[in-house]
């Protein structure tokens, strides 16, 4: 498994950039071969592409050529021990964030002060209510900002915290089709954009409660 920045992927002809974009390679000869989750068959992309997509330069997520590999006939005893731990530092890093205010728990609230007046603060509101749609509910998310395939996982692993996350997963599915509503509109409706702020608001106030429960939950290793 390969992380990657889409953006240099052939098969997505530089669309736009998304470092962390994970894809399975299956083989390899004059181009590689990709197992990825928006397309049923494999995608070929050269090795140049390839190369330039492992190693991206985005100043937000830089990547140097990540890589898991996984034996499927290995002892999973050792991944089980490794979810509590996982979970923990996902909930550390959700509250108290590397980049501060630019991701996390800080960057949402950011998010939900900010979205309501995106008409008066860039031109291109359009295009960002319909690019903020896809980023939460179509771009390989899983639907729901990848919040209801993180509470697939929660259930897995025994976490009553699962039902936490279906309902984030519900409010920013909300949101996103209020985002895809107003990106559709020729002129900025007051009340629309009030809506989306709401939303907003209620995805924010249930993010909150999912990660602060999952840090008392703790490492339960």
């Given at each position: 498994?390969?992380?990657?920045?889409?953006?240099?992927?052939?098969?997505?002809?530089?669309?736009?950039?998304?470092?962390?974009?994970?894809?399975?390679?299956?083989?390899?000869?004059?181009?590689?071969?990709?197992?990825?989750?928006?397309?049923?068959?494999?995608?070929?992309?050269?090795?140049?592409?390839?190369?330039?997509?492992?190693?991206?330069?985005?100043?937000?997520?830089?990547?140097?050529?990540?890589?898991?590999?996984?034996?499927?006939?290995?002892?999973?005893?050792?991944?089980?021990?490794?979810?509590?731990?996982?979970?923990?530092?996902?909930?550390?890093?959700?509250?108290?964030?590397?980049?501060?205010?630019?991701?996390?728990?800080?960057?949402?609230?950011?998010?939900?002060?900010?979205?309501?007046?995106?008409?008066?603060?860039?031109?291109?509101?359009?295009?960002?209510?319909?690019?903020?749609?896809?980023?939460?509910?179509?771009?390989?998310?899983?639907?729901?900002?990848?919040?209801?395939?993180?509470?697939?996982?929660?259930?897995?692993?025994?976490?009553?915290?699962?039902?936490?996350?279906?309902?984030?997963?519900?409010?920013?599915?909300?949101?996103?089709?209020?985002?895809?509503?107003?990106?559709?509109?020729?002129?900025?409706?007051?009340?629309?954009?009030?809506?989306?702020?709401?939303?907003?608001?209620?995805?924010?106030?249930?993010?909150?409660?999912?990660?602060?429960?999952?840090?008392?939950?703790?490492?339960?290793g």
């Amino acid at each position: 498994m390969l992380l990657t920045d889409l953006y240099y992927l052939d098969h997505y002809g530089k669309s736009a950039h998304f470092p962390g974009h994970a894809v399975v390679l299956a083989g390899d000869e004059r181009f590689a071969y990709l197992s990825d989750t928006a397309f049923e068959d494999l995608q070929a992309t050269s090795l140049e592409s390839l190369r330039a997509a492992r190693h991206g330069d985005h100043p937000i997520f830089p990547l140097a050529g990540h890589m898991v590999s996984y034996d499927p006939a290995a002892d999973r005893g050792g991944l089980a021990a490794a979810v509590p731990r996982a979970i923990a530092r996902n909930a550390s890093q959700m509250i108290d964030p590397p980049l501060g205010e630019f991701e996390g728990l800080p960057a949402l609230r950011r998010f939900a002060a900010e979205v309501g007046r995106w008409p008066q603060a860039v031109d291109d509101w359009q295009w960002c209510a319909r690019f903020a749609y896809q980023t939460i509910e179509r771009r390989g998310t899983g639907g729901g900002n990848f919040r209801s395939m993180y509470a697939w996982f929660l259930d897995e692993a025994g976490y009553e915290q699962a039902a936490e996350a279906a309902a984030a997963a519900s409010a920013w599915t909300e949101l996103a089709a209020a985002l895809l509503e107003a990106s559709e509109d020729d002129e900025p409706r007051a009340g629309c954009w009030a809506e989306i702020a709401g939303r907003a608001e209620r995805a924010l106030e249930v993010e909150e409660r999912l990660w602060a429960s999952l840090a008392r939950a703790g490492d339960r290793g």
